[in-house]
């Protein structure tokens, strides 16, 4: 089963606790937000949203911090992800 | 009886819960909630939408996840189904 | 008398419960809710609006689904009638 | 006294309840709502209205429906008026 | 001391209550309303406001009329001011 | 120390309670709301703001009236200041 | 590990209230609220910003003032930062 975001939407899922720590990045996680780190499963085709070209700047594969309460939660085969717009997605981490 | 959404909209019904976990997504759902993932039964013709083109790219019988308070119901024959704007649908399933 | 909607908007009058139930179509309806299916009575001549040019693409007699909760109602002769824009009409029902 | 309206403002005052219920129309009216149905007093000259070009459509003499909540009252030599925009004009009656 | 608006802005000064009165207005008036007809005192230049050109239409001298609600007021030499865009400036009294 | 305002923003400070008397204007003051006459200490460089051109109107030196709870507060060396964007500005004083 | 802002995001971190206190300027700084200076780590490449072309202005090692509660907090290394877009930088400090 695949998830195709549509336009300028992208398909990420939280990093685990276990892995942000490891790599020496500790987020404020009050126990109801979602970490802020995130991997990027898959990315829409961009193109017109609302009247305005967009181009789509993130693959799969990308990690990214994205805000706590941004976007639509779905949970697919028991995994928990995050649809949001490429505008939400305020920086890459690399 | 034939609905025929108007312009950028969408007429979509949600899957059953049985359908759903056959094909293995599972959607965190309150007693309240839609179901995320409904199916595409009939579309507008897009065309300008307050000034903008608006080219639709679903067709009846595509999967989709939207924002689970998205749109509205209507009841038809017994079925309830929702009319969204097809920028409310965030993803294709397939 | 003769009531003429302006610009973009669209004079209906919701469907009575019993022809609505002949026809099929069951709306859910608490008391204080408007039936979503009506009869479009009269239409605008469209043109500019808000700055955008709008084409009517409704005509007297259509049926149509609105929100439960657009509109503006008016009361003539003892009638109830709601007037909404064009772009608040969601489907033509055939 | 004359009250010259701005850009695209209609002056109107709302028909006597009488007046109102002789034509055969009838407002649901709760008592602290104005009547939907006014006489046009005076319309502004149109023109440029944030950054858009309106034209005038409304006349001295028209009667008009508008909703309940719209415009701004003021009351000139003991009569009451209010002035809407022109686009808050919801139909005229004929 | 003189007061310059700036761009749309209009500097108006509410009429006396007296004043008012011997023209024959009476505007509803909650001792908490400003009055809501008001002398012009000076007009700001026009120009471009918010990316669009605003051509002053009222002068220094006029009366008119304004929302109760509308402007920020300032006080000076001990009298009340306040200072308006002029598209919240509904209509000339002549 | 400088301060340098970005694009259309302008540094303010508000004029001491005594120079205000001094200059015979008054200003409407609750314990807890910010005089109304400042005087720019610095402007901005204008430029592109939303995609808009902005030409600066105002100097450092200018009295300004602006609204009383308009702008972000800024201290610098036990010095209250206030950043507002030319456009909040009302009106010079002169 | 290198965070990089996306289009006009700047990475910014509040500096500490000593350094702050040496170089003279004291912001009021209720507990709950952010220092008003920071120093830029990171600056996005501007672009297309919700239809509009953004340049960046900001480079790294600039400081900047920047309202109390604007931006998204992360935490990256035990050390806060704020991403913010540039045009809720309000001044830059030299």
């Known amino acids: 089963m ?12 939280a990093e685990k606790a276990e892995e942000t720590t490891k790599s020496g990045i500790v987020l404020t ?17 961009g193109g017109m949203v609302d009247g305005k070209e967009v181009v789509m700047q993130l693959k799969a594969g990308d990690r990214v911090i994205t805000g706590k309460y941004t976007g639509t939660e779905v949970k697919i085969d028991g995994e928990e992800y995050t649809i949001v717009r490429q505008s939400d997605v305020l920086a890459v981490v690399e």
Chains 1, 2, 3, 4, 5, 6, 7 share one sequence.
Not at 29 to 45: D, F, L, T
């Open 2 to 13: 695949t998830i195709k975001p549509l336009t300028d939407r992208v398909l990420i899922q």
């Open 29 to 45: 996680s009050a126990a109801q937000e979602k970490p802020q780190i995130s991997r990027v499963i898959a990315v829409g085709p």
